[in-house]
């Protein structure tokens, strides 16, 4: 939908923040555990007469400040909608998702953007405790698969709960969030429901729980990032969604 944008509003939006709407006009909103009824959408450019030139303006972002009475924005407003987003550690250090991970709620991390691409820094902060708290905004639907990265194997040597033994030294460092399965004797790859929750050396990996498929002896452990998922606005914070209506 387009939306007017508070003149000369001080505050950059970027394609791909959330926004809110302010006694009509649209603001940015920076969102991390959640607030029941803020959310409005997505920002996804605008265009404005430029102050300056008397130009019509197109872009890719809000540039702070902009003394335009006519702004509106572009905004993904369906609560419906799903994203691709990246997924983070904290700030823009990229990590990992796992399969476990489908259907639960994690925080959101308020980036700032870049004036450069226009593009927003906003991210999905990467769970290592599977909260389930209904306040989180954002809604795991599933994982990006053309991204992944295989970061490697090891052989299973033995278990205690949920931490892993493995049979020689890895070449690598498991990611913590990685997905982590193995493979059965035909081949077929095996999803274990899990984790790297920590490592504890080269041999030793934590997961945050033991494996709803038990490793086989000897089996090949696959360690898999997923830096990207795909996700919706929680249900319940977005201000179509909810009962309330927030100014």
Known sequence: RE???TYAYATNIFYGDFVTLVRGDLQRISVTTGVVGTLMG?????????????QLTFSQYWPASTAAGDAVAIVCDDPDTVFKAAMVSGTTVIASAARCMIGQNLAAVNNTGSATTGNSANA?????????????????????????????TGTYASISTATVT???ALSFTPMVGCDVGSLAANGQYIASGSYVSSVT??????LNAAPLVAFAS???IVFTQYPEVLVKINFGLHKYYAGTAVA
């Open 166 to 168: 493995l049979a020689s």
């Open 3 to 5: 939306l007017p944008i």
């Open 201 to 206: 050396n080269s041999t030793t990996v934590v």
């Open 42 to 54: 997505v920002f996804l450019g605008c265009r404005y007469t430029n102050p300056v030139t008397k």
């Open 124 to 152: 999905v902060l990467a769970d290592t405790s599977l909260a389930l708290t209904a306040a989180l905004p954002i809604r795991v639907m599933g994982l990006v698969p053309e991204t992944a990265v295989a970061l490697g």
């Open 218 to 220: 000897g089996a090949t």
